[in-house]
Nanobody
Framework: QVQLVESGGGLVQAGGSLRLSCAAS????????MGWFRQAPGKEREFVAS????????IYADSVKGRFTISRDNAKSTVFLQMNSLKPEDTAVYYC???????????????WGQGTQVTVSS
C-alpha cells in the first residue's frame, strides 16, 4: 500500500508558476513510477506527466510540454511538478498517482492522492 499526499496548489495569475509536491509513504517509493493527472470541472481526468522509478525517463502531455517539469527525490519519497507559464486552462484539481511502470493511462495506476486545487486567473 502506498499513501500519497499532494500539496502546493493555489491561486496564481496567468503566466505565473507553481510547484506541486506529492509525498509518499508506505511501500518503497523508489520502486514506483509516478504520474500527475488533472481534472477540471465537467471534464474527464487527463494525463499531465509521468516519471520512471529511477527518474531517467519522463513523458508529458502535449498541452504542458515545455512548460511543466516532473521530477522526483527518492531519498525524500517525493515527486514534484514544476509548472511555469501557467494558463487559465491549466485550472484543475491535480492528482499524483503511483504504479509499477511509466504510463500515461490513468486506469493503469494503482494508488492515488486526494488532489490539490490549482486555479489560474486571467
Amino acid at each position: 500500500q502506498v499513501q500519497l499526499v499532494e500539496s502546493g496548489g493555489g491561486l496564481v495569475q496567468a503566466g505565473g508558476s507553481l510547484r506541486l509536491s506529492c509525498a509518499a509513504s508506505g511501500r518503497t517509493f523508489s520502486s514506483y513510477a509516478m504520474g500527475w493527472f488533472r481534472q477540471a470541472p465537467g471534464k474527464e481526468r487527463e494525463f499531465v506527466a509521468s516519471i520512471s522509478w529511477s527518474g531517467d525517463r519522463t513523458i508529458y502531455a502535449d498541452s504542458v510540454k515545455g512548460r511543466f517539469t516532473i521530477s522526483r527525490d527518492n531519498a525524500k519519497s517525493t515527486v514534484f511538478l514544476q509548472m511555469n507559464s501557467l494558463k487559465p486552462e491549466d485550472t484543475a484539481v491535480y492528482y499524483c498517482a503511483a504504479r509499477q511502470s511509466l504510463s500515461a493511462v490513468a486506469e493503469f495506476y494503482d494508488y492515488w492522492g486526494q488532489g490539490t486545487q490549482v486555479t489560474v486567473s486571467s
